[in-house]
């Protein structure tokens, strides 16, 4: 299915996948129709997420001793919220996204044959994983949403309402409402993927950076390959790598706080008295949230590595060939430099590999915490 992809049909899926969330910006050269009709969708997003919040708070307290049902209600709260966080937060990046992807766009189209090529080694790698992630988000929707037509519940969610809804048209004006706020769960979920487009295309501009500094043969060369180097990460103007990590905080921000609400909330599924079937519920949806996070902290681990060792390719070069003026500017351009990293000030201090793992011991930590003190409550 994905052995096809190219840079241009991974941006093009990319958009599709995240359609519902209304955070993909218009173009820079849409019209003030466009940009309107953009705005109500937005708009429309958050109040069809509102007003389903509201009867899966009362969910809460009606069923606030049943754990089963609880837990269920209070998972699709968090999915409803994440929805609200998330459209509100990347709003105010709107402008940002709009730069960063027309960037985008625009290299792809004018890459040569020897950038496409990295750029295609970057689809090859992640396009299946990334793909199937956003399907499988998609997939679980839908069949939430279809197999409520096989069960006794009449509504995909758990919500409920202080007034009869057991009548015609109000039934099925309800069932389409919740079924499109679980579709725009579903979008939300697949913003991961624009996460990793953006700052995987950063670390493919280092490495095509760290390839062309290896052909270094003169100061005009050199000199190319700093303009583009300050592009993608400079100190003034705009920086791509930079930007990209910035405006993805408040992805990554909303993505690990709600995942940690809802991997909780199916530990106490899992570890409670339910049944096997929603325990295996709950082992899904758990290992949803964990994919979640790790689609986060894969290419921002890549791209901290990227910028780490963009200059190599100048020591790699056979600079000692070259003339004393080129050798003393190569040789400069090999000190160390701090690499791009995604990070949130007083919360994340950098998305790697290893913080997702410290990430997923704490979640664990919380699990057996829960465990011990059910385990008191049964005893007593």
């Not at 758990?286 to 590595?305: I, K, N, S, V, Y």
């Not at 050798?327 to 690499?339: D, S, V, Y």
């Not at 995604?342 to 930590?365: D, E, G, Q, R, T």
């Amino acid at each position: 299915m994905f052995q096809t992809a190219t840079p241009d049909k991974a941006i093009a899926f990319t958009q599709h996948c995240v359609a519902l969330t209304c955070c993909w910006p218009p173009p820079l050269g849409a019209t003030r129709s466009q940009i309107l009709l953009y705005k109500v969708l937005r708009i429309m997003g958050l109040v069809n997420g509102l007003v389903l919040l509201v009867p899966l708070l009362y969910a809460l307290h009606v069923y606030r001793n049943d754990t089963e049902i609880l837990t269920k209600a209070a998972v699709m709260v968090a999915g409803i919220a994440q929805v609200l966080s998330q459209t509100t937060l990347c709003a105010t990046q709107y402008d940002r996204y709009q730069r960063l992807i027309e960037h985008m766009r625009l290299y792809c189209k004018a890459a040569n044959l020897s950038e496409r090529q990295i750029l295609q080694e970057y689809v090859d790698k992640y396009a299946a994983f990334y793909g199937s992630s956003a399907t499988w988000f998609y997939v679980s929707a839908l069949s939430v949403i279809f197999g409520t037509l096989f069960v006794s519940d009449p509504f995909p969610t758990n919500a409920e309402y202080p007034f009869s809804v057991d009548f015609e048209p109000l039934k099925s004006i309800i069932f389409i409402h919740q079924a499109v706020a679980g579709m725009q769960c579903a979008a939300h979920l697949s913003m991961n993927v624009f996460c990793a487009l953006l700052l995987l295309f950063a670390a493919a501009r280092f490495q095509i950076l760290a390839a062309e500094m290896v052909d270094v043969d003169g100061i005009r060369s050199l000199v190319k390959c700093v303009k583009k180097y300050r592009i993608v990460r400079g100190r003034r103007g705009f920086r791509y790598a930079i930007e990209a990590a910035r405006g993805m905080r408040v992805v990554v921000m909303v993505t690990y706080t709600f995942v940690i609400m809802s991997c909780v909330f199916s530990g106490v599924t899992i570890i409670g008295g339910a049944s096997f079937t929603v325990k295996m519920q709950s082992f899904l949806l758990l290992g949803a949230g964990l994919l979640e996070a790790f689609m986060c902290a894969l290419p921002a681990d890549h791209l901290m590595e990227m910028s780490e060792r963009v200059m190599q390719g100048a020591y790699e070069s056979k600079w000692y060939m070259r003339p004393l003026d080129v050798q003393k500017c190569l040789l400069f351009m090999t000190i160390p430099r701090p690499p791009v990293v995604l990070s949130i000030k007083c919360i994340m201090p950098a998305l790697s590999l290893n913080y997702f793992c410290s990430f997923v011991s704490n979640i664990f930590s919380i699990f057996t915490a829960l465990r011990v003190t059910l385990m008191r409550d049964e005893e007593d």
